[in-house]
């Protein structure tokens, strides 16, 4: 659009850093020219800020994903349906390993991916033994489901194991939706499954690590800074506390 001249502009978008990056000076004018340069978090406006760019075009504008009105509530009756999962009394963990991805896997490695799903894991025991609640566990990429299985899933003990429902189709946004609609609490690795639970109005509980980049400030700018962790800074029993404080919270508001 540039090089044709027709108008274009960027939507809500995070930037993490142009510098030492060979194309700087490229991105640098793409993004002056630019009939408008929308941030989906406050640290990039910020950022852009400082490096006086696109300086008359910038704005804050959420992620589209919070637009996403779409809901398969008939998918999401019928799936809890097969797998005794009661509205509002189960909790659906998203993982991302990386493992699958040829840019990001050599940056968190196997070890390092062993070490957040473990995270996971404990999380899952924590809320299982002491809910009595079901977890479902799926994915944000169809990629990562086999190494949700082997990763989170298998090693769980056979007592937790047994109230964990581990997806193995791969899903679509509305299902998604549908689901997270009928979930007590979503915990994540994936910043859109957290802004789909967001718009679904089902509280959810992000962990995420220094590479993730500025869009995890949207956890941030929505208010919620208790419910974001870097996964390789805090203990598991602290994201699993995190986990369980919001399901006794919901049961306080209840009574």
């Known amino acids: 659009a540039n090089r044709l001249g027709i108008p274009y502009g960027v939507y809500a978008h995070s930037f993490d850093s142009f510098n030492g990056v060979p194309g700087q000076a490229f991105f640098r004018r793409l993004l002056n020219e630019a009939a408008f340069v929308f941030c989906r978090e406050s640290d990039s406006l910020h950022y852009l800020e400082e490096t006086g760019i696109a300086e008359q075009r910038r704005a804050f504008v959420p992620d589209s994903t919070?637009?996403?009105?779409h809901?398969?509530?008939?998918?999401?009756?019928?799936?809890m349906a097969k797998h005794g999962l009661q509205p509002g009394r189960f909790l659906v963990v998203i993982p991302r390993t990386w493992l699958g991805d040829t840019v990001v896997r050599d940056a968190v490695g196997e070890a390092r991916s062993n070490a957040h799903m473990g995270t996971l894991r404990k999380s899952i025991e924590t809320w299982v033994r002491s809910t009595g609640m079901q977890v479902v566990i799926a994915v944000e990429v169809a990629d990562e489901l086999?190494?949700?299985r082997r990763l989170v899933y298998g090693p769980l003990s056979d007592d937790v194991r047994s109230q964990c429902v581990m997806m193995d189709d791969f899903w679509l946004p509305d299902q998604a939706a549908g689901l997270y609609r009928q979930a007590r609490v979503v915990l994540t690795m994936e910043q859109h499954s957290y802004l789909l639970a967001f718009g679904q109005e089902t509280p959810a509980v992000v962990v995420t690590f220094a590479e993730s980049g500025r869009k995890i400030?949207?956890?941030r700018d929505f208010g919620q800074p208790e419910n974001l962790f870097d996964i390789?800074?805090?203990p598991a029993e602290t994201v699993a506390a995190a986990v369980c404080?919001?399901?006794?919270?919901?049961?306080?508001?209840?009574d």
């Open 66 to 69: 919070l637009s996403f009105v």
């Open 232 to 234: 390789d800074q805090v």
């Open 245 to 254: 404080k919001i399901n006794d919270e919901h049961d306080h508001i209840q």
């Open 146 to 148: 086999p190494h949700a």
């Open 217 to 219: 400030e949207m956890v």
């Open 71 to 79: 809901r398969d509530e008939a998918w999401a009756a019928t799936f």
